[in-house]
């Protein structure tokens, strides 16, 4: 069954404090690893999307990196508006398109 | 703004009613899909369609049920609603059916009183 697992639940920061987010997936044949971030009453905000081990993404403080059975999170020197819960979600299979997500890493960061 | 509009924001009702949840996507996108989002279960996949075709299929219960009309909006139906049917409904759009990013809306927050 495919599965994904996103670790720690919850990560609280001081402002500057670098870290990373973990996701570790079980799919039979990855098509495309997802990260999102949802802020509370809003829906998930597209960050990157990666599609083979070793790819990276950037985007201001966040690094998005990818190997056969993970994905990490890089949030470098976070400030208090990076606060918010951020998703994992893979496509798998031939033909598979709909997203299968974890269940989020709640991030604050406070000044 | 992603561009999804998802109507209305909120729904209160009551066991054994119906209701219908909105989704306009994101201009020039094909492809709709339809997520439930709980405080246990996460956020998880329910149905998907595809230039007015259904697409793909996950969860979704007996009582739920999708359409995507010709302008390419989508509806939501769901029926003799129970207390576990609470939850947050999203819909989200991407250009087709491949591994391209899925834009999400803000939600629709079902309560069932």
């Known amino acids: 069954e495919d599965q994904v697992t996103q670790s720690p639940e919850a990560l609280r920061l001081q402002e500057g404090e670098s870290s990373s987010l973990n996701c570790s997936y079980t799919?039979?044949?990855?098509?495309?690893l997802f990260w999102y971030r949802q802020d509370p009453g809003k829906g998930p905000e597209f960050l990157f999307t990666?599609?083979?081990a070793g790819e990276e993404k950037e985007k201001e403080r966040l690094k998005a990196t990818l190997t056969k059975k993970e994905s990490f999170l890089h949030i470098t020197a976070p400030k208090p508006e990076d606060s918010a819960t951020y998703l994992c979600?893979?496509?798998?299979?031939?033909?598979?398109?709909?997203?299968?997500f974890g269940k989020g890493t709640t991030l604050s960061v406070s000044s | 703004d992603s561009g999804v509009t998802q109507t209305p924001k909120h729904l209160i009702t009551a066991t054994g009613q119906r209701v219908t949840l909105r989704c306009s996507p994101r201009?020039?996108?094909?492809?709709v899909y339809w997520y439930q989002q709980s405080l246990d279960q996460g956020l998880q996949f329910l149905i998907q369609?595809?230039?007015?075709?259904?697409?793909a299929k996950g969860n979704i219960l007996e009582r739920f049920s999708a359409q995507q009309f010709p302008d390419l909006h989508s509806e939501l139906n769901l029926s003799s609603l129970e207390l576990g049917d609470s939850a947050l409904y999203f819909c989200?759009?991407?250009?087709?059916?491949?591994?391209?990013?899925?834009?999400f809306g803000d939600g629709t927050r079902l309560s069932i009183l």
């Open positions: 979600a893979v496509q798998a299979g031939q033909a598979g398109t709909a997203l299968i």
């Open positions: 799919v039979s044949g990855l098509r495309g």
């Open positions: 369609y595809y230039n007015g075709e259904e697409r």
């Open positions: 990666l599609y083979s």
């Open positions: 201009s020039g996108d094909l492809s």
């Open positions: 989200a759009s991407s250009e087709d059916y491949s591994n391209q990013p899925q834009h």
